[in-house]
């Protein structure tokens, strides 16, 4: 028998007491901070979906982080450090002596998508905090709480060095990405404003309720931070065939740039379509039409030469902007077709090291995270003590 078969045994023989989230814990919101301080300021600025920017203030430190705004499933994590929390997102406290805080971060990290699936419609899907605060949660006794916790802890800290192990490559895949399209081989480029090299489009509007098993192929921009990659030859979902009349398509060599995040990184990332026929595009997206090399574009827009000048244009409400006019002045790199290929194909091979997940760290990371899942849900999981 485990220590912790030996706790519950010990503890909570017959089931434990399943509590509302909102009476085990206080909501603590952020603070809006609208000045953007120089680069080299300390702290980051959360949301809850990543940092936003800098800042040389700080109002919260070493906390469990949920996204108000829930723009991907991805909704809770842990923030280390000193950070500037804003309204956007909101940390907790427990309400009572016999709520360990780190449980409750567990438990909340093992139902994000639960947590997602109660935020509002919409680009600016926004979390029902009274739906939020009536998810039920297990309470075993504080012997049990804590080492649920040590255990899960020990799986956090095997998790965070093939992160940080996978964290260093991407860094150098990155740095090398940069320098092929700042010193390619062929010498001297010219820079040329994207409205000059195609046109953009903006898509049209569909709904979660639109979505169906089979129907028109479609890109919604959420999908663009979540599901896709560089390039893309089928998609992820599909919506009604009636709807067809109301659409707007991209067609095979296409980008399809989201024009709306929670922080300005995120804006304008982009996926090359390559599949063999059109594909909806929902209206927080552009479609970029041009006669380039699709991969090559899409590869251009994840450097940081493209994340200065975007930076430059993004409407920095709580929601992030960027307009089809914007994106238009941004420039970059002409080359020769063939050295387009050249280039991509290499960026292929080393995208593929870094984020293919059927293949090396990625691989072994997604195993681990699979097994730790597993792991943690089963901890978390109680039989109900009878009223």
Request: glycine share 6%; hydrophobic share 40%; aromatic share 10%.
């Amino acid at each position: 028998m485990s220590r912790i078969d030996e706790l519950i045994a010990e503890h909570c023989p017959d089931g434990v007491e399943y509590r509302f989230l909102g009476d085990l814990i206080k909501l603590n919101f952020g603070s809006r901070i609208t000045k953007r301080d120089d680069a080299g300021s300390l702290f980051p600025v959360y949301g809850g979906g990543g940092e936003s920017f800098r800042t040389d203030s700080f109002n919260r430190q070493d906390e469990y982080v949920v996204s108000r705004f829930a723009m991907s499933a991805r909704c809770v994590r842990k923030v280390s450090g000193k950070f500037w929390m804003l309204d956007s997102g909101f940390t907790f406290d427990p309400l009572q002596d016999s709520v360990d805080k780190t449980y409750v971060a567990y438990y909340l990290l093992s139902m994000q998508r639960d947590i997602y699936a109660c935020s509002s419609e919409g680009a600016q899907k926004n979390i029902k905090v009274d739906q939020f605060k009536k998810f039920r949660v297990p309470l075993p006794p504080l012997e049990v709480q804590g080492e649920i916790v040590r255990i899960l802890d020990h799986f956090a800290e095997l998790e965070a060095e093939l992160e940080a192990e996978l964290e260093a490559r991407r860094r150098q895949y990155a740095y090398y990405r940069d320098t092929l399209f700042i010193r390619p081989e062929t010498g001297a480029v010219e820079h040329v404003p994207l409205g000059a090299l195609g046109h953009f489009i903006r898509g049209r509007r569909f709904t979660k309720a639109d979505v169906v098993e089979v129907g028109i192929p479609s890109i919604h921009y959420g999908e663009i931070y979540t599901r896709y990659g560089v390039a893309a030859q089928e998609t992820i979902s599909q919506v009604r065939s009636e709807l067809s009349p109301l659409l707007r398509f991209a067609q095979s060599g296409d980008v399809v740039i989201a024009a709306v995040g929670e922080t300005v990184e995120d804006v304008g990332k982009a996926v090359a379509w390559l599949g063999d026929g059109s594909v909806a595009v929902h209206d927080d997206c552009f479609i970029f039409h041009h006669d380039m090399n699709p991969t090559f574009v899409s590869y251009y827009m994840q450097t940081d030469a493209f994340h200065a000048q975007k930076s430059k244009h993004v409407a920095r409400a709580k929601i992030k902007r960027l307009s089809g006019e914007s994106l238009a002045k941004i420039t970059m790199p002409v080359l020769p077709l063939e050295e387009q290929e050249r280039i991509v194909a290499i960026l292929d091979k080393l995208d593929a090291l870094v984020n293919n997940l059927s293949v090396g760290l990625p691989a072994e990371l997604a195993a681990r995270r699979t097994q730790y899942e597993h792991y943690r849900d089963g901890l978390l999981t109680f039989k109900e003590l009878a009223a």
